[in-house]
């Protein structure tokens, strides 16, 4: 993502990413991973690539009388690597579709079954990806403990209010409003603490291990402890979803309290 920031490809995802933010109700500064991961969103560039091997799909079925048959033949005679054939060779060999190529004649005899193997190919690139960028997100060391798969989490199909939800996708994205998350991030040689207990703070704190709401976490959570909250973050029960994000609420109301 950083990489591609200044580019077509950058400013055209980070505007999709900024307006399913948004939409959410969520912080523009959202981790864009969890906002792809969990509404399976895949780069504009993929739909583009698609709709470059659909367009060099239909030239190989022109015949060599056509001017852009012919145009395209006189690209592959001068082998220009440049040239717009050659990314179409580029884009085959990534994604390890070569023998499609064929010195640019593409002996494809079933072409809606290999533009649906194209698909699932470029999908797996990106996927793939993003697990790896996943892995090596400090931030979201919490969210890949819980994320089982790539793609649209049935929560977002179980009519949770929307105040319950943003809540909920804030904690699994791990970009709740807590000061020390983000004064520790910054200065990890210092030490910011809760405001309510004094330990270390953070948002693995806040949700399993802050002294001073063990009284709130049992009413809403019922349990305590780290495995037993890790798992109610995998949860795909309306009730228990919207039990935790009205434990965030009113944890951060006692938070703020305090601190004012």
């Known amino acids: 993502m950083r ?10 995802l980070s505007l999709q990413l900024q307006y399913y933010k948004r939409m959410l109700g969520l912080h523009a500064t959202t981790h864009t991973l969890f906002i792809k991961g969990d509404l399976g969103l895949f780069s504009m560039r993929k739909h ?19 001017l852009i048959r012919a145009a395209y033949d006189e690209l592959l005679t001068l082998g220009q690597k440049s040239s717009w054939p050659f990314h179409v060779k580029k884009l085959l060999d990534s994604t390890g579709l070569s023998y499609a190529w064929n010195g640019g004649e593409g002996p494809i005899s079933d072409q809606k079954a ?7 190919r470029l999908e797996d690139q990106e996927i793939q990806k993003w697990w790896n960028d996943l892995n090596q997100s ?22 949770i209010p929307k105040v319950s939800l943003r809540s909920w996708m804030q904690v699994r994205a791990n970009c709740l409003p807590l000061y020390g998350v983000w004064k520790n991030r910054c200065h990890p040689e ?21 002294q001073g709401l063990n009284e709130l976490r049992g009413s ?23 039990a935790v994000a009205n434990f965030v609420r009113k944890g951060l109301v006692i938070r703020k309290s305090i601190v004012t």
Do not use: A
């Open 3 to 12: 990489k591609e920031r200044g580019t077509e490809e950058g400013t055209s």
């Open 48 to 66: 583009r690539q698609i709709q470059l091997i659909k367009f060099w799909l239909k030239i190989l079925q022109c015949p060599s009388s056509r």
């Open 114 to 120: 290999f533009l649906s193997e194209t698909q699932i």
């Open 138 to 159: 400090e931030s979201l060391s919490s969210y890949y403990k819980v994320k089982e798969n790539y793609g649209e989490e049935l929560y977002f199909k179980l009519g």
């Open 190 to 210: 210092m030490r910011y603490t809760c405001p309510i207990c004094g330990d270390l703070d953070g948002l693995d704190h806040f949700l399993f291990r802050c």
């Open 220 to 242: 809403f959570l019922g349990v305590d402890g780290r495995e037993p909250l890790l798992g109610t973050l995998k949860s795909t029960s309306k009730i228990n979803i919207v």
